[in-house]
């Protein structure tokens, strides 16, 4: 049987060197597209409670959602369950998930309470460990130690992910994946990494270790049918009289 993780092992592993490595490079792709999010509320499930990955954004109001009590956290922070969150519907304009669907025992709810809350037209960004990517081996490798951040997380199908925001009322804008090598030699040279990086973009752009899928909230608008109004055609101005019998 699988160890049941929580999100504050998932943080405490970003303390480790790959770990590091891995939120740096997930850190510089959020703020790209972290850019294209407006409104007032900004809210990460899970994580690292630093907040820092999304500064980019010009949402002013940035909020860390957590299952528990977290002692050491200095961010405005908010205790909840995931697939039940405490937020009114159309309220909140963007969602991060950093490896959330990974976590839970169900991901398709998540997604569905996170659509739920989102303004028409919000942004749902979900950062996840791509099972056929270049950590896939390592994995594969590595089943055996099941207690052993990342391999132990049950990685979500970009296509299974994918099936769900669609179902949740969310169209998917753009399906990134990055890091292409997990050799800390190489993560840790910034120059060595980026030719490593355009190297990967450019031949197997699908292979990245990490995928960063970004949704919008898409709202069925009804137009209205305007009437045609059209004048009554007289055949005859002259009043019908009533036929006698004869």
């Known amino acids: 049987m699988n160890k049941k993780y929580t999100y504050f092992d998932l943080e405490q592993w970003y303390e480790t060197p790959l770990g590091r490595h891995i939120y740096a490079a997930e850190a510089e792709w959020l703020s790209e597209h972290l850019k294209q999010c407006f409104g007032y509320y900004l809210l990460q499930f899970g994580g690292s409670h630093s907040l820092k990955a999304l500064d980019a954004s010009p949402i002013r109001n940035h909020i860390w959602c957590i299952p528990a009590h977290h002692n050491d956290n200095h961010e405005p922070t908010i205790c909840c369950h995931f697939d039940a969150l405490p937020f009114a519907s159309h309220s909140i304009d963007a969602f991060v998930l950093p490896h959330t669907l990974e976590l839970c025992s169900d991901p398709k709810t998540i997604i569905q309470a996170a659509s739920e809350a989102l303004v028409p037209e919000g942004m749902l960004l979900i950062l996840g460990f791509n099972p056929v990517g270049i950590f896939a081996p390592l994995k594969q490798w590595l089943a055996w130690r099941r207690d052993i951040l990342p391999w132990g997380l049950e990685w979500q199908r970009i296509g299974r992910v994918r099936h769900w925001l669609e179902e949740s009322g969310c169209e998917v804008e753009?399906?990134?994946?990055?890091?292409?090598?997990?050799?800390?030699s190489i993560l840790g040279n910034m120059r060595r990494q980026h030719w490593v990086e355009a190297l990967g973009q450019s031949i197997c752009p699908t292979w990245g270790g990490i995928y960063l899928i970004?949704?919008?909230?898409?709202?069925?608008?009804?137009?209205?049918?305007?009437?045609?109004?059209?004048?009554p055609v007289l055949v005859d101005k002259e009043p019908a009289l009533p036929m006698q019998n004869e």
């Open 174 to 184: 753009s399906i990134k994946t990055f890091l292409f090598s997990f050799s800390l």
């Open 214 to 231: 970004l949704a919008r909230k898409r709202m069925v608008r009804l137009t209205p049918l305007k009437v045609k109004w059209t004048k």
